[in-house]
């Protein structure tokens, strides 16, 4: 059985990482010309089910550089004004552990090189007589498998062609996601899990993501044949302009100093923070989701993770829930290598329960979206 997984964000290359591990042949085919070609450094926190999901995919050796490349992410959840003053606390989270995604898709890369290709953007795919299904690449190449894994996230064309009536609704949220090297002079703004700027007009969020160890240099001494990039630990977050304006530059220093001019009589640590933002690893955020779809008749082609279920990151939910298709999909897939199982039957069960857990995560999300971004969801 071969399996084409198109799209090497984090939840195709935990699926890659499981079918590996279980002996199946797997390719994963990759748009992008290489893994540093666009802004992907934000932190996700991952936890509970997503957490043990995405260990069950990882090789055991790997686990400890997991753990030794991530931060914390517990404590309490602030609520302040503009000037720094606590408002309200929301409670204490334990929400598992802060990642960098960049970071994170280096460590899911590891002993796949063989397994991937860079620069292959799938244009469409082909179900074949025989049953087989051919993805066809923009270079014109293909690839021919027994089931194709549309894990080409929230655009997918994988989806668009499988399920053209499938909505994905884009929230007009005038959103901003920053990202600032952590100094002492900007630790103690996130003393916890957390913390919500309750601005008049501009509200933030911000999240640290600070890694335990650099997470190089804990490759190096932890699994030295896996490369993780050198990176320093940040202040991430996120702010939604005022609605009296109406769009976000595509140009980052254009945008923030649209959000500086909002925010002049903040706190000076919060405009530094802002000032200081990473020009590179920061950008407009569009929160959008999908609108639930029924089963539909499977063939061999399925989605996995955003492509099939994109939520707002209100919930921190999207990436977790990406893991569990993973392992959920990655465990189907096992069953019908050792002759256990119908590939159709197994893939159909994946689907059926995905897209429970996956749609209720996107209700979940969609829920917390007012505390997230209140401007968005007027
Ligand atoms: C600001 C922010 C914060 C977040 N925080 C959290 C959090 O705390 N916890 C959490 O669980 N989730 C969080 N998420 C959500 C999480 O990032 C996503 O759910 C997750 O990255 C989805 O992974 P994926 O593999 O499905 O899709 P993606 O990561 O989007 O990967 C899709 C891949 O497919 C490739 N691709 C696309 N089209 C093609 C094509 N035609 N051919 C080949 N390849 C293609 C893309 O280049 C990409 O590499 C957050 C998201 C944002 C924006």
Redesign the pocket.
């Known amino acids: 059985m071969r399996v084409l997984v198109?799209?090497?964000?984090?939840?195709?290359?935990?699926l890659a990482q499981g079918l590996r591990r279980a002996g199946i042949d797997v390719r994963v085919?990759?748009?992008?010309e290489g893994i540093h070609?666009?802004y992907q450094g934000?932190?996700?926190?991952?936890g509970g089910p997503?957490l043990e999901a995405l260990r069950e995919c990882l090789p055991q050796r790997l686990h400890p550089l997991l753990e030794a490349s991530t931060g914390e992410l517990s404590g309490e959840r602030l609520v302040v004004d503009e000037q720094l003053c606590e408002i309200r606390r929301l409670g204490v989270l334990h929400?598992g552990m802060?990642t960098d995604?960049h970071v994170l898709?280096h460590l899911l890369l590891a002993g796949l090189t063989d397994r991937i290709e860079f620069g292959?953007?799938?244009?469409r795919y082909t179900e074949l007589p025989d049953g087989t299904v051919r993805a066809e690449?923009?270079d014109g190449t293909s690839a021919t498998g027994d089931l194709l894994v549309g894990?080409?996230?929230?655009?997918?064309?994988?989806r668009r062609q499988l399920l053209p009536e499938a909505e994905v609704v884009a929230l007009d949220g005038r959103g901003l996601?920053g990202r600032t090297p952590l100094t002492e002079r900007f630790a103690d703004l996130v003393p916890g899990f957390g913390t919500v700027v309750a601005g008049p007009e501009v509200r933030m969020l911000l999240?640290k993501m600070e890694f335990r160890r650099p997470p190089h240099l804990a490759a190096a001494e932890l699994a030295p044949d896996v490369e993780l990039p050198e990176t320093g630990s940040y202040v991430?977050w996120?702010a939604f302009l005022p609605e009296y304006i109406d769009a976000v530059p595509a140009d980052w220093p254009a945008a923030r100093d649209l959000l500086l001019s909002g925010i002049a009589d903040w706190h000076p640590d919060l405009v530094e923070l802002v000032r200081r933002s990473d020009v590179v690893n920061s950008s407009g955020?569009t929160?959008r989701y999908a609108e639930p779809v029924p089963h539909w008749g499977t063939r061999p082609v399925t989605l996995?993770?955003?492509?099939v279920h994109?939520?707002p990151?209100s919930?921190?939910?999207?990436?977790?829930?990406?893991?569990r298709?993973a392992a959920l999909l990655c465990r189907a897939l096992t069953a019908v290598h050792r002759g256990e199982a119908q590939l159709l039957t197994a893939v159909e069960r994946y689907e059926r329960e995905m897209l429970e857990y996956g749609f209720a995560a996107v209700a979940e999300s969609l829920a917390q979206l007012p505390a997230f971004a209140p401007a968005a969801s007027a």
């Open positions: 198109i799209g090497a964000g984090i939840g195709g290359l935990c085919y990759e748009r992008e070609a666009r934000f932190r996700i926190g991952i997503g929400g802060a995604r898709r292959k953007r799938l244009v690449f923009a894990a080409d996230g929230g655009n997918s064309p994988v996601l999240g991430r996120v955020l929160v996995l993770g955003d492509a994109i939520m990151p919930g921190g939910m999207g990436a977790n829930t990406a893991f298709d």
